[in-house]
């Protein structure tokens, strides 16, 4: 889409504090940017650093004097993910984010909010499938303890080595499994994200040094 020539339009109070969400939103769901932090490519206060990028592209457009271009604003990012987080990006993701801020802009200033409204209600649905995968987790390891004592009463067990040991091994794998859906819990919700909003699936790598 062509924003060389529009310029940057004036938003209502209301319509900058939704804004500003969908910036926040925009970027949750940009890989390479949620990579570094969780690596911490820009040090212990990387996750500060991405906050403040949020207030950082708010301010852009609020405050610009002039017309504020998309290709300023893939500059600014380029340059905040090299000098932030010494992350030289090659994936295109830049150009995409750019792009989805610009539009997201210029939908605001019309008050149409339904862009932000979406990413809203996909960040409901993937929050609600998180908390499910954890309250089964939770339940399958209650059931594994509840057999545990049920099987050392029918046995009466009473090697205390032999009956440590089984339950050592039972809770291991409870505790296998449930670390094995809480993974699948984290990764599965952005692959899905991904699909749902039409992003282009992006890596990203970690370099020292801005783009030529």
């Known amino acids: 889409m062509d924003f060389e020539n529009r310029p940057s ?5 209301v319509a900058a504090v939704q804004f500003q969400e969908g910036i926040f939103l925009v970027l949750s769901r940009w890989t390479s940017l949620q990579m570094a ?46 000098s932030n987080f ?3 990006l090659e994936d295109g993701s830049i150009e995409e984010v750019a792009e989805k801020l610009m539009i997201m802009h210029g939908e605001c200033a019309e008050g149409n909010f339904s862009t932000i409204n979406d990413l809203k209600a996909t960040n409901l649905v993937s929050s609600s499938v998180s908390y499910r995968r954890q309250e089964v987790c939770g339940e399958e390891e209650d059931d594994i303890d509840s057999d545990v004592d049920s099987d050392s009463v029918v046995d009466g067990e009473n090697d205390l080595l032999g009956k440590d040991s089984s339950d050592m091994a039972v809770d291991s794998f409870a505790q296998q499994t449930c670390m094995d859906q809480r993974e699948m819990m984290v990764d599965e919700p952005v692959a899905g994200i991904t699909t749902e909003d039409g992003w282009t699936v992006v890596s990203s790598r970690k370099r020292n040094g801005k783009k030529t």
């Open 86 to 88: 010494s992350a030289e």
């Open 37 to 82: 932090v969780a690596e911490e490519w820009g040090g212990p206060t990387s996750r500060k650093k991405s906050e403040d990028l949020v207030v950082r592209i708010f301010s852009m457009f609020a405050q610009s004097k002039e017309t504020l271009h998309v290709n300023d604003l893939e500059d600014f990012l380029d340059e905040f993910m090299v």
């Open 9 to 13: 339009p004036q938003l209502t109070p």
